[in-house]
Every structure is written in structure tokens, then in C-alpha cells.
């Protein structure tokens, strides 16, 4: 029994320390409790949206249009033998930047310079009969006016003139010819520009007939730049051909080649893509562009002077039309505008903001007419 008392009187404090446990466990979710409600009444009202914002700006904005582009050469001349013969010289190396009228190669001329000297001493032979067939017919004429040779001498003596004049006029023909055919073999370069790579080696016969041609000569200065746009910008074209500036960049479209400007415009749009074809031309004096290459063509179609400037993410569109988040006063309101411009980066406002209003250029989705902002980075409008 003694046993007994001893076992309930241990249990005490346990109890006792359980109930004080039990009790401050109890002040303490109470407390918690008070916070998050406290917590829960400060938040009720209204939370400013973060957004990024950007200052309206006044400025001159070219208009540019930008199209993938490739270069041409004006001339690009493939040189073919234009007779038969052997190829005695080639006068260049591959790649050689050569001059107008400059010798590039040569052709076996002995055959036609000897038919030249033929066809010349033919000439000579003709002359000198006709020049003595000349004299005859003035004899005769002065004797057939004495009576003293008949008619019929002086009239035969007439056709053995004319039948001599249309040989000396055949005789220079041929010799014309010949002097064409020995040209014929000096190949000389009918432009300026590179020649290409060398197809025939000297010493190997060549024909007129040869489709591949002996090599080529490519124009590089100046060199033209064929690309298309779409058929929206054809209003502006004609106005500007001629005039309007172009720039070329590489195909990546950050180093730049070349400047020019705008030449000839396509005479129709393709149908099938919805664009038309245009030309621009470089002086390349530096040699960067070369035929064929693909490049980015840069074409500015018109100016806007003392545009009014917004970067392009900041124009939405709306049930109504288009339209911008002004901020003002910690709040957002969205303001209907007129775009008169815009590219990959910026959009020209004409009607709806003034300079220096501040609009939102990123965190549209959270904001409706009138909500409270937190602006968090300033952005400008570039270029």
C-alpha cells in the first residue's frame, strides 16, 4: 500500500508539467493567429504592379527597311576564242586584278597574218589595174569624142572599170576580214575587273565552237546589290530611287560593307511572294563585296523629322485599336494612339502622347485602367 501512494504521488508533476506545456502551446498559436490576421487586414489593399517603363522621346527616325540581299557584278564576262587555233600565251595568273584593253592571252596568228598578206598584195594587184583601166577610159573618152575609137571600145572599156572598182572593193573586204581574224587572236580584257580561274593552259588547241570558254573577267567596282521588299513600301520607291541610301551588312548583320544607293526598281511585284525586286549600287573601292555573296541590305525608304519615339513593346492592341499604358501619378491609364511608323525596335506615335510622358514598356498583363504601379528599371527607346 506504501508502494501504492508512492507511484501516485511521482505522477504529479509530470501532470502539472504537461498541463503548463499544454497551456503556453496554446498562448502561442493564439498570437500566431493575431499576426496572420494582422497580416492578412494590412494586405487587403490595393499591390503596386511592378513594370518597366520608358520615357516618350522627340527625335529625327529614318525610316529603314531590311531585306536579305546578293551581290552582283555588273559585267562578268566569260572570254571564248572566237577561231580556231593553238593557245600560244597566257599572260595573267588566277585572281590578277586586270585593266581595260589589257593582253591576256595569245593565239597561233601565223596562218592569218599570211592570209593578211595575201589578201593585201590581192588589193594592190587590183589597184594598180584599176588605176590603169581609169587612165584608158579618160583616153578613150577624148577619142570617142574625135571619132577616132568607136563607141562600143569606149563603153567596154567603162565596164572593165566598174568590174575592177567592185574588185578592189571585194579585195578590201577580205583584207578587213583578215585583220578582224588576226585581232581574233590577242584576247584582251573587255573590262575592268578579276579574272577568274584559267580553263585552257597554253599549248592546248582552242575552237570557236569551245562552250566553257577560256575564263572570265568580273566587274568589282562598281558592283551592284539585288534584294526584295515587301510591295507595302512600293508607294515610297519611285519618289526616292536614285536618292535613297543603302547600306550593306554582312550576313549576320552587324559588320558593315558597304554603302550605296537605291538604282533601279523591278517593273512587277511576284505574285507568288508578294514582292518586288530592287537594286542598289556600291562603289566597292575597298573590294569587300564580291558576286554572289549573301549580305543584309539596309534601305531607308523615308524620314519622320521631330518624330514622337516609344520603344515598339510598348504599343498594344486593344478591342479598339491601338494603344499605350501611360503612367502618371504612381498610376497606369491606357491611352488609344496613332502609330505613323514602326520597325523591329521603335514605333513613331503620331497622336496620343506628348514628349516626356512615361508609358509601360513590359508587365502589361497584371494592369488594367487605373492600377497602381512600381516602376522597377528605366528603359530607353534606342534606335
Known amino acids: 500500500m506504501l508502494h501504492a501512494r508512492m507511484k501516485r504521488s511521482s505522477r504529479l508533476p509530470i501532470l502539472g508539467m504537461l498541463a503548463v506545456l499544454v497551456i503556453v502551446a496554446g498562448a502561442g498559436a493564439a498570437l500566431l493567429w493575431r499576426q496572420q490576421a494582422t497580416a492578412v487586414t494590412a494586405g487587403s489593399g490595393p499591390t503596386a504592379v511592378p513594370v518597366v517603363v520608358a520615357v516618350v522621346e522627340q527625335r529625327d527616325v529614318p525610316h529603314l527597311a531590311r531585306a536579305l540581299g546578293h551581290v552582283h557584278s555588273i559585267h562578268n564576262v566569260i572570254l571564248r576564242s572566237q577561231i580556231d587555233g593553238i593557245l600560244t600565251e597566257v599572260l595573267f595568273e588566277e585572281g590578277q586584278r586586270v585593266a581595260k584593253g589589257d593582253l591576256l592571252a595569245r593565239i597561233d596568228d601565223r596562218s592569218i597574218r599570211a592570209a593578211l598578206n595575201q589578201a593585201r598584195a590581192e588589193q594592190a594587184r587590183i589597184q594598180a589595174e584599176l588605176k590603169s583601166a581609169r587612165l584608158d577610159l579618160e583616153r578613150y573618152s577624148r577619142l570617142v569624142a574625135q571619132n577616132a575609137v568607136s563607141r562600143q571600145e569606149y563603153d567596154r572599156q567603162q565596164a572593165l572599170v566598174a568590174q575592177l ?219
Request: glycine share 10%; net charge negative.
Open 165 to 383: 572598182e567592185a574588185m578592189a572593193a571585194a579585195s578590201e573586204a577580205a583584207v578587213a576580214a583578215a585583220e578582224v581574224a588576226l585581232s581574233h587572236t590577242r584576247i584582251v580584257s573587255p573590262v575592268t575587273g578579276r579574272v577568274g580561274f584559267r580553263r585552257v593552259d597554253a599549248g592546248n588547241f582552242v575552237r570557236a565552237s569551245d562552250a566553257e570558254g577560256l575564263f572570265s573577267v568580273t566587274q568589282m567596282e562598281p558592283i551592284d546589290v539585288v534584294f526584295s521588299l515587301s510591295q507595302s513600301v512600293l508607294p515610297r520607291l519611285p519618289a526616292i530611287a536614285g536618292s535613297a541610301p543603302v547600306k550593306v551588312y554582312d550576313r549576320a548583320g552587324g559588320n558593315l560593307l558597304g554603302e550605296g544607293m537605291l538604282t533601279t526598281i523591278d517593273n512587277q511585284v511576284d505574285r507568288a511572294t508578294g514582292t518586288i525586286r530592287l537594286k542598289a549600287r556600291l562603289p566597292n573601292t575597298d573590294g569587300i563585296l564580291w558576286p554572289g555573296q549573301s549580305v543584309v541590305v539596309e534601305l531607308q525608304t523615308g524620314i519622320s523629322a521631330g518624330a514622337l519615339v516609344v520603344p515598339v513593346t510598348a504599343v498594344r492592341h486593344g478591342l479598339d485599336g491601338r494603344y499605350v499604358f501611360r503612367v502618371s501619378g504612381g498610376k497606369a491609364e491606357p491611352v488609344p494612339v496613332t502609330v505613323a511608323f514602326e520597325d523591329d525596335s521603335i514605333a513613331v506615335i503620331a497622336e496620343g502622347v506628348v514628349a516626356g510622358d512615361t508609358v509601360v514598356t513590359d508587365g502589361h498583363l497584371r494592369l488594367k485602367p487605373g492600377s497602381a504601379v512600381a516602376p522597377i528599371a528605366a528603359a530607353g527607346t534606342g534606335a
